[in-house]
């Protein structure tokens, strides 16, 4: 076994109604005034101004910015850093999906040490820490409460640059499942697919550990058995929890071993098409999945056995009979079969791949991988 090294260090709250804990963690954060960063549909809802009113009935002031977009850019960071350090706050409370936390993340790196978030492309270029945060997600999928890793599209480059630093870690984590309960059933589909993505590259990466592992084949238990249930019903309670937890395990054990071809693969299709990502990896996954089936070393019936309703016994399992599980359970939560579904353009399939092999997930993915290999991958991923 090779030497590992793990750490959780945030202090996490879950359990239905603990947003209402969001004044006493500002204050234990002794923050003076909050800066909210989120989305326009949770703006809507009136979900933000929840937040708003929660804090300043505590005393603590508070602005918000809620301009953030599906696949968020370089220019959106700027926006709100901009705007955060006009407002004055102390603290960002990043409230919503994946893009909003991202967002946040490099709010808090650009908002302290200046200059633009492309300044710190790549792992390790973060000089300290950064503004506090405060993380509560919204969808039970991206695991970015728990990532020390920051996601934003430079439209400049059709690309999705990565920033990656422990300094990245919100200091606290409100997980409420009500916050889940009333998402879009497409939403619901690909943020919980995104999730399983997560759990599964982690699990079978080069990267991973008994620590990861354990974090990841939890995930996969808790979000094979609600993610059909919650996608139907997203009120169904126990289901909600179920995705939430999972989510957050997936993130965990993706923080620690990282991912594969999969998130390599799918950055670049949401870069060139604005498709949803948890959808592209969605959409790329039973591919990728038959390609690694060939470097299995006993982790593909693990993965089978959590997600498939009928199960073979394990001396009959073969690794090729995972993916279609995998298809099948996208049929059932109406995700499209190929990339042509979602409108990508094959043309673009060169361009893709050389994007996707400048990815660090492609060292840790199981199986050996040349760029030759990814453009294969998205022909038939195409098809």
Do not use: W
């Not at 640059?161 to 309960?181: A, C, F, H």
């Not at 009333?182 to 399983?196: E, I, L, S, Y």
């Not at 929890?241 to 620690?256: P, Q, T, V, Y």
């Amino acid at each position: 076994m090779s030497a590992f090294s793990f750490s959780v260090p945030q202090d996490i709250t879950f359990g239905y109604g603990s947003i209402d804990t969001l004044p006493d963690v500002s204050e234990k954060m002794k923050c003076r005034k909050a800066y909210i960063i989120s989305g326009p549909h949770l703006a809507k809802a009136g979900l933000v101004n929840n937040c708003v009113e929660r804090l300043e009935s505590a005393g603590i002031k508070c602005e918000s910015f809620t301009e953030t977009e599906g696949n968020p850019s370089t220019d959106t960071v700027d926006k709100a850093a901009e705007g955060f350090v006009k407002s004055g706050a102390d603290l960002i409370v990043a409230f919503g999906g994946g893009s909003p936390l991202d967002v946040s993340k490099a709010v808090a790196v650009v908002a302290k040490y200046g200059g633009k978030i492309t300044d710190y492309e790549g792992v390790g270029k973060v000089p300290g820490p950064v503004i506090p945060m405060i993380a509560i997600p919204t969808t039970a999928g991206t695991g970015s409460e728990v990532t020390s890793f920051s996601v934003i599209t430079d439209h400049s480059r059709n690309y999705k640059l990565t920033v990656g630093s422990r300094y990245l870690l919100p200091e606290s984590v409100i997980l409420d499942p009500s916050l889940i309960t009333t998402v879009p059933k497409n939403t619901a589909a690909f943020c919980g697919v995104d999730a399983m993505v997560h759990a599964l590259e982690a699990y079978i990466s080069l990267a991973s550990s008994p620590f990861s592992d354990m974090m990841a084949v939890n995930a996969l238990e808790l979000i094979g058995k609600n993610i059909k249930a919650y996608v139907e019903n997203r009120s169904d309670h126990s289901a909600a929890e179920g995705m939430l937890l999972g989510s957050l395990f997936a993130g965990i054990a993706f923080s620690h071993a990282r991912l594969g071809d999969v998130h390599a693969m799918s950055h670049p299709v949401s870069a060139y098409f604005d498709v949803p990502h948890g959808l592209a990896n969605a959409v790329l996954l039973p591919t990728v999945v038959d390609f690694n089936a060939s470097a299995d070393n006993g982790k593909y019936y693990e993965i089978y056995r959590r997600l498939s309703d009928s199960q073979a016994p394990k001396d009959s399992f073969k690794p090729e009979m995972l993916s279609p599980v995998i298809r099948s359970l996208n049929g059932a939560l109406g995700i499209p079969s190929s990339l042509k579904d979602v409108g990508v353009d094959s043309s673009k399939i060169p361009d893709m791949a050389k994007d996707a092999m400048k990815s660090g997930n492609i060292a840790v993915n199981p199986r050996y991988t040349t760029i030759n290999d990814i453009e294969d991958l998205y022909r038939k991923a195409f098809a």
